[in-house]
């Protein structure tokens, strides 16, 4: 059993966990996520890690209450516990070894570009931010990127930061010049526009994609991706790619078909959906 150690509300349905898991806090490294099941039968969720602390034996988890499964674990109040942990699981990043990193984060993909911009920063690269979210309340780790290098704030109502998406931003960023690598994570729709941002000047472009996972060992096929015209299973040789090569419109229409799925559960759950799901 993994015991809360604290749940905290980072934006209106976004929730970050701490949680005891010694053995994954000492031995993860930046990109890799774990396959978190509540309790007996329930869904198996996979989650990126945000941040460790060895010291405390914790890791950091930021959840997106979209559904039923990911509401359950939102909920979960210090001193409960989640039964299962699977992990670290994925490909650590491919970190840049010099230079000048830009780590775009749009909404709750912030919480996995921090353990990149992190890692980044500790190797010695210098690592500019741009994260966007709807409006104020849904800007996340502001703080926890300020401490590694500049950030740029955008929104999308313009509530605070620079009106817009982060795309505007970077398109800016990326015009005057010094910039070595990219790192991207957030909704597909951001993330390939991303690539396409940094596609003319062949700046490599890192993407994390969010297939719908289930066992997280590249033996059930749910999250299957093409990249450079090859299947690949984001849970073993992933989750991050060449944001060059992903065929982004396959991983679109494949997480579509399960959000119908998602929401007929959410209604079973809680009753007739007031939302619209989004992820
Ligand atoms: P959101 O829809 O609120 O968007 C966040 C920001 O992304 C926006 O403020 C904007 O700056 C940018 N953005 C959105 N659409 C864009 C577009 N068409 N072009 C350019 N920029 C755009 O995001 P959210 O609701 O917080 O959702 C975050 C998404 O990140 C979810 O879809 C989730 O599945 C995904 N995610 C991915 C991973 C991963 O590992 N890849 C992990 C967690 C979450
Ligand atoms: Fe089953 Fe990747 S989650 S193959």
């Not at 990127?145 to 313009?158: E, Q």
């Not at 991303?194 to 472009?205: D, H, K, M, W």
């Not at 989750?239 to 060059?244: I, N, T």
Request: aromatic share 4%.
């Amino acid at each position: 059993m993994h015991t809360i150690l604290a749940n905290t509300q980072l934006a209106p349905n976004v929730v970050r966990l701490d949680v005891v898991a010694p053995r994954i806090a000492e031995i993860r490294r930046a990109g890799q996520f774990v396959i978190v099941r509540k309790g007996r039968g329930a869904e198996r969720i996979p989650l990126t890690i945000a941040d460790a602390d060895p010291a405390r034996g914790g890791i950091t988890l930021v959840i997106q209450a979209v559904g039923k499964s990911t509401r359950e674990l939102a909920a979960l109040r210090p001193g409960e516990a989640i039964q299962d942990i699977a992990g670290p699981l994925g490909q650590p990043t491919e970190l840049l070894e010099r230079g000048h990193a830009v780590c775009v984060g749009g909404g709750v993909g912030t919480a996995v570009v921090h353990p990149i911009a992190q890692s980044l920063r500790a190797r010695g690269v210098r690592v500019t931010s741009i994260i966007g979210g709807r409006a104020k309340e849904w800007v996340i780790f502001e703080a926890e990127l300020r401490a590694l290098g500049a950030v740029i704030v955008c929104t999308d109502d313009g509530s605070y930061g620079r009106p817009g998406f982060v795309t505007q931003a970077l398109a800016d960023v990326l015009a005057d010049g010094a910039v070595d690598a990219v790192y991207a994570v957030g909704p597909v729709p951001m993330m390939r526009a991303v690539a396409e941002l940094t596609r003319p000047s062949g700046v490599p472009t890192i993407v994390s994609l969010n297939p719908v996972m289930v066992d997280g060992t590249g033996m059930c096929g749910g999250c299957r991706v093409t990249v450079g015209g090859e299947t690949k299973f984001a849970c073993v040789d992933g989750p991050e790619f060449d944001g060059h090569q992903v065929d982004f419109a396959e991983l679109a229409d494949r997480l579509g078909t399960y959000r119908l799925f998602e929401r007929e559960a959410l209604e079973r759950h809680e009753g007739p959906c007031k939302i619209g799901l989004e992820q």
